[in-house]
């Protein structure tokens, strides 16, 4: 399966720290995304990073993917009570369609 | 600016009735998708279209179908809506087809059935 696994499942930080989350997937890929999703609401598209790239940014947001150990992890900096939402990686090879995992849930305190 | 439009945000319906989903998008996308959510199971694909009056099945297909008579609309059709089907559904549609390209999606129609 293409799906990828996020981990922690959640994390709490306080406002300015930063946060780190975590995918891993099983397959080989063309590309990777990221998606946020507030509570309540749908997903919204953050980063794509392809799989010759190594790191991407995208303001606050710092994205890396290693294709040797099939891992990306998105890094947020310097958070802010608004960056509170759940985080969710799709990775993505030779199908029809992307599959997301469960998520992480991050929770920011002001 | 993208739009995707679920027509309902949230819609409570009994045991037995037939349920119609629909979403549209203002993009010109050739790709639409139907995904439920679901806590702790994350978001599984239900169905999606490359075209119009194009469908295949994605993940967890039974006990829906679903409608793509114009390139902006899909609709998601619960035959006979089950205490199963109580869930969050995102609507998402894209320009590129697979992953190539990022997905849209909807602000989600959350469905209780009773």
């Known amino acids: 399966s293409q799906q990828g696994e996020e981990d922690p499942q959640a994390l709490s930080i306080q406002e300015g720290e930063n946060a780190t989350m975590n995918c891993s997937y099983k397959?080989?890929?063309?590309?990777l995304q990221w998606y946020r999703q507030n509570s309540g609401r749908g997903l919204v598209h953050l980063i794509l990073i392809r799989s010759n790239e190594r790191e991407k940014h995208s303001g606050r947001l710092r994205v890396t993917l290693d294709t040797s150990k099939k891992s990306s992890s998105l890094l947020i900096t310097a958070s802010r009570a608004a960056d509170t939402a759940s985080y969710f990686c799709a990775p993505w090879g030779n199908t029809d369609k992307l599959i997301f995992g469960t998520g992480t849930r991050l929770q920011v305190f002001p | 600016d993208v739009k995707v439009t679920q027509s309902s945000r949230y819609l409570v319906k009994r045991t037995g009735e037939k349920v119609f989903l629909e979403c549209v998008q203002d993009?010109?996308?050739?790709?639409m998708f139907w995904y439920r959510q679901d806590p702790g199971l994350g978001l599984r694909l239900i169905y999606f279209?490359?075209?119009?009056?194009?469908?295949e099945k994605g993940d967890i297909p039974e006990g829906y179908s679903v409608s793509r008579e114009k390139k902006e609309r899909f609709s998601l059709i619960l035959e006979s809506a089950s205490t199963n089907q109580t869930s969050m559904y995102l609507c998402?549609?894209?320009?590129?087809?697979?992953?190539?390209?990022?997905?849209?999606f909807g602000e989600g129609s959350r469905l209780t059935v009773l």
């Open positions: 998402a549609s894209s320009l590129a087809g697979g992953g190539t390209g990022e997905l849209f």
């Open positions: 279209s490359y075209d119009v009056k194009m469908k």
């Open positions: 397959t080989s890929i063309n590309n």
């Open positions: 993009m010109d996308h050739e790709n």
